[in-house]
Every structure is written in C-alpha cells, then in structure tokens.
C-alpha cells in the first residue's frame, strides 16, 4: 500500500512508518481514499535537524522575506480554495457554505496576512531601549516550534496555516507540523502551497515541514527535545497534560487550549426581557459547528422558576427543530456519547437528546440537559465534564447565592457570559457575580454568546488552566499571539553596529512601536 | 525556647512549628540569637485563605493606594537603615560598605519606587483596546504569589521588598513570603515595616505574610495548591526544580531564577590589546559578594596561547592577593567545595585556591580552575557545574573553531560577554561566535562584566532553561518583572461601566500608555 509522503528537510518523502491511517467522511461514515504514514521517531528526529538548521537560517532573514511568505501562501491557498472547501467538507463534515467557504477560509488567509503585516511592523516584539545606560531587549524567535492542530478548525487552527502556525512563523521560528488525523488531506494540500511558497520566499526549505502522526510516547519525546523551542497544542485535556508535562520535564515551553464549558449565566431581568430571544440565541450558537466550538456554551446557568422554564422549553425545542449536523469524526460522536454518559450518570437529566444517531455517518442528537443547583454542587466536576459536541448543560440554581456558590466551583474557562437585562435591574447581582467569573475565565462577554473569536489585537483565546497551561497568554490574536513563541533577549553595552535592527537607534522602517526611555514611540532614539 | 512569630492574616502569631533554625554569622561561625519556626503546613494553609481574601480585596484597591503603600515601606525601611544593615551584615558577612548600605539598600528602596510609580502609571499591563469591535484587554493580578528569596542579597532579593516581592504587589497581588533561612533576622524586620506599611496604606491585612521556612513537601505542596497565584523563586537549581515540578503538575505559573555560569569570551584583539586589564576586570567581577552572584563570571573563554597564559596569572596573582571574604552560610561553603571537586575531578587543574579556609567562618580561597578546550568538551556537562562562590573557571580552547565547539555546549545562562578589541581584529570572530551565545544566554554583553544587573526597563535578568523556568520573563526591570504577576483578561462587548478603569475609553490617568486599534498612545480613546 502506497502512503503519502510527508514533508521533511525540504522533500516530500516517505516517512518511516510504523502503521498508517486514513480519514472518513464524518457524514457518510466512508472511508476517504489515501493512506497517511504513522512516523516512527525517525522522522520527528530528522524533522528537529533540519528545524534547527531553518532556525539558524531565519534569525537573519530579511522580515520582508518572512511577510512575502506568509502572502503568497494566502494567494497560493486562494488559488485552491474550491478544492480546499471540498476536501475540508469531505474530512469535517462542516458544511461548504457559509461555514467552510464563506467564514473559515478567508479567517485564515485573513490571519496570514494579519501575520505578514505584523512582521513588516514588528512592534510584537515589544522592543524596549534604556538609552542612557545603552540596554536594549527585544522578543526574539524561540526556535523550532511543533504544532498540533485540533480537529475542530480544518483551515483556520490547521497545524499548516492555522494561528498557531502563523503566530510561530511571523515570530521568525520555522514550523513542524503534526496534522489532526481527522483531516489529513486538507493539511496535505495546505502544505503543498505553503511548501511551495516557501521557495518563493527564498525561505530555509525547512521552515514549514510536515508530518501526519506519531506514537504518543514519541509525542512526548518531540515536546521535550532539546532542539525544539517550543509547541503549540489544541486539542483534549487528556492527551495536552501528557505532552504538558513532558515538555515541562525539560523546561520547553508549551502551549495548550484545551477544555473549556463556557459558562453562561443568564440573569432574572434578561431572562423577563427577552428570554425567548436569548433561548433561540443560545440554540444558535450552541450547534454552530455541531458544538465542536472550543468557545462553545455548555454550561448554562439561570434562576430557576418559570422564566428559566419557558428558557429551557424554547431552547429544546430549537434544538429539537434543527437538523442533527455530523460531527467531525466517530471518535468525536463515541466521546460525546461518553461525556452524557458521566453527566447523566452524575444527576443530569435529559430534557431533548440525549442519544446517537444510528446513520449516516457520525452523529448524536442535538442535546439539552438539566440539573438543579443542588445537584450540581453534589458533584461539581463530573457536571462540568466536556461534552464536546452539540450537547449543552443548564443549571437551574435556586437564587443568588446558590448560583455564586456554582460559579465558585467552576474551573478555568476560556469564555463566560453574562447576559443582563437593560433596564438596570440586573445591575445588583451582575457585581456580586462578575468577580467570580472574571477571575475563571480569560474573556468575559456581555449579553453575546461566546462562540465569535474575532482575530483582534484585543482578544483572548485563552485563560486559567485547565483551559489554557498558563494564563498569560492568547492562541487567537495579532501580535499578542506571536509572543508566546518568543524568548526576551537583552543586549548590553552591546556595540551599535552589532544590535538587531529593531534595537538601533533608527526606527527600521519608522513605524515599529518601541518602549523607548518609558514612552512608545516610532521615532528614532533621540529624535 | 521562645522562637519568632510568623506574620499571617494580619497577625503576629505563633507558628505551628514542626522544628526551629537559627542563623549564623558566616564571618565567625557564630550563631546569632533568635530562633526562627519551621512552619508545618497548617501555617501555609492559613496563609493561602488569608491571601485569598487579600487577593480579592486588592482586585478593587485603588492604584493609589498600592502605590503608597510601595513606598510607605521604602520609607519605613529607610528609617531603620543602619539596623537593617548592621543585621544583613551579620547574617550574611557581606561588608556594610559599599556593598550592602550605599549600593544594594538603596537599590531595594529605588525598587520599590519605581514599582509605586509602575503602579500608578499602569503600562504594564498592555492594556490593549480594539474600539471598532469594542473588544478589550489588559493583564490582571494573578492570585497569590509566593515569594522564596535567595541568600545573596538579603535587602534585594529579599522574599519580603525584593525584586519579586516589587513585582507581585504592583501587580496588584498579595505576597506570601518564604523568608531565605540565611537571613530570618533581616526578613522580620522588613516584615514588619512591610506590614507597617500595609496598615497606613489601608491594603487588605494579609497582602503582606510572612514564614520563615517549611519542609521540602510543603514547599512542593504550597506551590501547587489550587488557591495560589504563581510563585516566584531565585535560588539553587535542585530545590527550584523540584518546586517547579509541583507546580507545572496543577498549571501554577513559577518563575525560578536558577543556576548559571555566565561564560565570558575574550577574544584574541582584545586580549592582546588590554589583557592585563582585562584580567583585573575579570578578578574584581568574580570576588564581587565573593562571587555570590547569580551574574558571577564563572567560565572564561580564552584562545590558547602566550596572551591566555598571561591573563591567567594576572588574574590569578589579583585573586590571590585579594582577602578572602566570608562566603554567605557553612551551607555555601561546603556547596563550593564539592562543586570544585566536582570540577577538578573532571579534568579541572587548580591554577590558584581550590581549597577551603579552615576559620573563622565560612571561607573558601579565592580559586581559579583551568581547563584545556579539548577537557572540557571531554565533560561538558560537569565541567558547568555551577560553583556557586568564589571560583572560576578558564577554558583555553585551541582555536575559533573549538571555541564555537565549547559555546555549542553551554546550558542556557542568564548573561554571556564578548570581549573585542577597539581597531576591529575580532570582528569577524565576534560574528561568528555571537549567534551560539545569542541563543544560550538572556542578556548579552559587550565589552563588560555582567555582575552589574541594573534595574532598567530594558534589563532581563532571565534566560533559557536552565538558568530560568521560561526563556520570556525577567525577574528584573520594571515594568516587564510585573508581567510574570499577570493573567490575561478580556472583556468582550462589556457595558462601559462595568470596564476596569485601564480599559475606559478615558485615560485612567492621562499618561498609561494604551494600545489603542494598533497605535500606542496615551489619549483616550476616540480622542
């Protein structure tokens, strides 16, 4: 049987492979046509070799370089977007339009060129000169950085094109990619044209290399390696702790997304003044995506009584009303399955869904489940188990204090809600609960639903673990996002001639933002 | 026996002492009166609750108020300066002057300054405002830090108005601090202005806490415990790391400032052009605080030959006719004798010392260590043995080619130094050898020792592992030392008049520095 080469070194060529894979189409249940090599540490070893070598390479690469790079791809991915959109469709199961075609692909060649303008500014970097005692420090690139793409985002969170690879491209770092195996094609074509443009760039041939998977302990190996600067992950709690703390074990850097049920409490004015609205709006965003948003709202919490009925009432029978959409893969549709299992098991009960669908393909009936306040505080963490998927918790608390006492209990999320009503009257309780939420979570929303991540300089996609690995930091965002893939490098006394451009007393291209003597400027020092 | 109360929750109070130390004046081997607790965990659990609820307090203190208190201390310190000097004198025999009354005490009072006035200016956070998608972001306090001071700097470092304590309060976040055992006497009293200070300042009680020391599983415990923020630890390679461990374990951010040897290249021009110089340049850096600091030249890189060999007896004739200090505690001083046997027993040949003074105190020669190019690259990992103390060590690598092998063996340090001459000679040699020091050190040095660490906005007292926990942090410089103190917060479609004050449309101040829809500026926004 013949596999798919992977991409090392400058080369496709064939992996040294201990078994293969393919994909299916989450919709039909079919196997898709190709077979993807599993790679033996050999490969990820001599992936790290010519990473390392790309690494050195880059340090001295014109940033114009860089940006063209990142261009072209955007242009090279455009050209195929038909194709693209089809295979992605195959693999995911998301539908071609709007979702696939009209909002993930051009995010994503959006990000890249965010990313190429990034390079060519370069105030990411945060450069900060002390002109008098002649100190200067910047960002500078980490070297090799892994990442591993969740299977949720085909284009825009692709180990080839997604965020994490243009925040670690644009950092100046060269990339090895592990591909999700729910979607190997669409990767493969990706980093044909990102490849391709690499050699139009005149970049390192290693700065963009592939590889489709890996046994886990070699993942744990690769995470750890001395040659690699760092990694970034999106994907499962359980297999992001493992390469966490291997990769922790030897000071890498590693950064994860993980699980996150993004609570959403909805408060008695709002819920009086448009619960119907909010209802809908909650059904909404909960099935965008079948629910396999990382920002998806699984945990809704309201004040129990006949507002918060008549809520769960709409929001079923939305649900109930939309069709069952496939989910990514039949590992997604056997893990959800689970997760209701362990909520059920934990006191949930089951107001709509609940269970598969038998065929086609990989399904499970949009879902709604409910528990009292009570009940979820007998058992805090079953009940905030990641039902990853079109299932959605509502927790109906007896008053005030039981829902502060619910939000206490909640771990780190990427996102909470709260949604108020806007005469006013919510004002009281939204104080008194803001703060706990405020500090579980790293982006707090008002009266919206948290499954928008718009590509700002402002956003967090990330928060306190266990959703992220540290709090500092954002996956989502330009420049914020290139910094997680930067090491802080001073020069002292460092004489002028010898300093990186961005730390000279001439601005490099006058409009790099630089903390120059305490005040941000794009001035020359001095001027 | 009576020992010492702890500060905890607002309290003078008796540990819950599981054992007792003392400290011991290291020029004369006495003991000095006073007996410390070995607090068992009950006091770390009683500290955490209290720096709970002095956590959630500081979230709504005014700026000001942190600000004063900042600097209340600084002058309640300044109040009992010759006490505090006279007893880090005796506790840790470095000389009153110039070292520890006219240069490090006022360094810790400007630190603490600087970090009031970081405070009221609130830059450091990088509040980031996207006005079009009203989407906005800022860091925020963390939660609980743990402060464990190190032994050599008993005011700057200190666990209580160091360099990390600065940092973790103008965060906005309550200190637990876990005073360095060398130094309790110290401590207590810069507690007890600290705690001063909080009560005139009007700060939640517990914003300040002090114990002097616990077992090594409860340092593992504490770090890690779900109630606290982050911790910041400067001290030995060993004991960091396994702390770190604990903490990476339940995704607790730890900051460690850990070993380093902080190589130093001369090369050929600059040897032949001021080698004799040089060499006392080197001798003076390596005696400073009897080469107690974490910046101590400790492995010099020198081309064989007749300049090598006059530098080292230069240096080792200044070493030699320097008194020998006293080394911080009996604990240093046997470290530093087995790091030396460690050294020589890989191949090191005593050039000068190597062996310790019997009395008074804790002494050991001022000592130099020589290794050929090719001995080292035989034990590169032994012969980087941190001897933490007055000891270096000088490789003579036999040309270019083998120095760059010697540099491609280095741990990552905090600081690594290049010497050239002034006509130009060492141009293409500097060159080639800076980018392997580039990438294995946090601060790079031209033409200068790196014991200086100066408190600048550009300064970053970090590096790669394992001379730090994360090649991206400084645990010096203000205001990016407070960034290690930080989470990231967004809010998103957030009502205006729930913003924290940083993210209003209005300047806070008129002069925070904002990153307003990609321009730094300090008007509001709109504006």
Excluded at 257 to 267: F, G, W, Y
Aim: charged share 15%.
């Amino acid at each position: 049987m013949s596999l798919h080469p992977i991409l090392i070194a400058g080369q496709w060529r064939p992996a040294q492979s201990t078994g293969s894979f393919h994909s299916e189409n989450p919709a039909t249940g079919e196997p898709i046509s190709g077979e993807y090599p599993i790679s033996a540490w050999a490969d990820c070893d001599a992936a790290l070799t010519a990473a390392t070598a790309a690494a050195v390479a880059l340090r001295t690469t014109a940033p114009e370089k860089i940006a063209h790079f990142l261009t072209r791809f955007a242009e090279r991915m455009e050209a195929r977007k038909a194709e693209l959109v089809d295979l992605a469709h195959a693999e995911s199961g998301l539908p071609k339009a709007p979702r696939l075609g009209d909002v993930e692909f051009p995010r994503t060649t959006g990000q890249l060129r965010q990313g190429a303008a990034a390079v060519l500014e370069g105030s990411w970097a945060l450069p900060t000169i002390d002109a008098k005692l002649n100190i200067r420090s910047t960002l500078a690139a980490i070297g090799p950085v892994w990442v591993f793409g969740p299977n949720n985002f085909p284009f825009a969170f692709n180990s080839v094109a997604g965020g994490d690879f243009v925040a670690a491209i644009a950092a100046g770092n060269p990339v090895i990619a592990k591909a999700n195996s729910s979607h190997p094609g669409v990767t493969r074509v990706l980093a044909e044209e990102a490849f391709a443009a690499v050699g139009e760039a005149g970049l390192h041939p290693a700065t963009v290399q592939l590889i489709y998977r890996t046994g886990h302990a070699d993942g744990e190996r690769l995470v750890s390696d001395v040659r690699t600067g760092a990694t970034g992950y999106t994907g499962s709690r359980h297999a992001g702790l493992k390469l966490k703390a291997a990769a922790d074990a030897t000071g890498k850097p590693i950064y994860l997304e993980l699980s996150s049920v993004n609570p959403v409490v909805i408060l008695p004015g709002a819920l009086a003044e448009r619960g119907v609205k909010l209802a809908e709006e909650f059904a909404g965003s909960a099935l965008m995506g079948s629910g396999q948003f990382c920002t998806s709202p699984s945990l809704i919490v309201l004040i129990a009584g006949d507002a918060a009925e008549q809520f769960i009432q709409t929001a079923a029978a939305r649900l109930q009303a939309a069709p069952v959409a496939p989910l990514l893969s039949s590992a997604v549709a056997r893990s959800l399955a689970a997760s209701v299992q362990t909520l059920t098991s934990a006191g949930a009960q089951v107001v709509t869904g609940g269970t598969p669908v038998a065929a086609p393909g990989c399904r499970f009936n949009n879902t709604l489940l409910r528990v009292s306040g009570a009940e979820f505080l007998a058992a805090p963490a079953k009940l905030q188990t990641e039902a990853f998927g079109n299932a959605s918790l509502v927790v109906t608390v007896r008053d005030a204090a039981q829902a502060a006492e619910v939000l206490t209990h909640l771990e780190g999320n990427l996102t909470a809600c709260v949604y108020s009503d806007t005469a006013g009257s919510d004002d009281a309780l939204y104080a008194k609960l803001e703060p706990l939420l405020r500090e579980r979570c790293g982006r707090l929303l008002n009266d919206k639903m948290p499954t928008g991540v718009a590509v700002s300089a402002a956003m967090n996609h990330g928060g306190p673990y266990p959703s992220t690995g540290h709090p500092g930091f954002t996956a989502v965002g330009i420049p914020a996002a290139l910094r997680r893939f930067g090491v802080l490098q001073c020069y002292d006394n460092v004489r002028a001639t010898r300093l990186p451009a961005a730390l000279r007393d001439k601005n490099p291209n006058g409009k790099m933002w630089r903390l120059i003597d305490g005040a941000w400027t794009q001035r020359d020092v001095g001027a």
